[in-house]
């Protein structure tokens, strides 16, 4: 199952940039005795049109052609695809819990999955209705940047999980 990072906007160099390349390296080393590849990551321009909702619906559109082109089916989980989204709105899932639904997604054959950031003003609404997955690590609002990293370490978590690698340690609740 091919792993694709999609977010809005652009992360600069420093610390968060680095984090996310080294569990992006972390991913590659770990996901292919596991039947997985990647992660891709793509990043997707911010909207610069005027109103909230115009910028929400321009980047899902973007968000949409390049998961047609990273995945080569439609948008959210039509064909041999998962979404999983991250935002506000959606739930709250433990570690445990996230990596066994990558691993039962890639047991019943799906093609890809793709991890979806939105951008400051979050993601439309259209794509929390096609996404296989909405999930939010809280209701505090975090950087889009520091949430790339929080999903890249969890990423690569779920994949020791999957893997039973010991750098995942279960603690209260997980």
Do not use: C
Request: proline share 3%.
């Amino acid at each position: 199952m091919k792993l694709t990072l999609l977010a809005v906007g652009r992360l600069k160099a420093g610390p968060e940039r680095e984090l996310v390349a080294r569990y992006g390296a972390r991913i590659t080393a770990s996901a292919r005795p596991l039947g997985l590849s990647g992660p891709e990551m793509i990043e997707i321009a911010e909207s610069r049109a005027r109103r909230e909702d115009d910028r929400r619906s321009e980047e899902a559109r973007a968000i949409g052609s390049h998961l047609t082109r990273s995945t080569g089916s439609g948008s959210g989980n039509s064909g041999n695809r998962r979404l999983i989204l991250f935002d506000e709105r959606g739930k709250s899932l433990s570690s445990t819990g996230f990596a066994d639904q990558i691993a039962a997604w890639r047991d019943d054959g799906v093609a890809a999955t793709a991890f979806v950031i939105g951008g400051p003003d979050g993601l439309d609404l259209s794509l929390t209705q096609e996404a296989g997955l909405t999930l939010s690590f809280g209701r505090l609002t975090l950087p889009h940047q520091l949430v790339r990293v929080l999903v890249m370490e969890q990423i690569y978590r779920a994949l020791t999980i999957i893997g039973r690698h010991p750098y995942h340690r279960a603690g209260h609740g997980d």
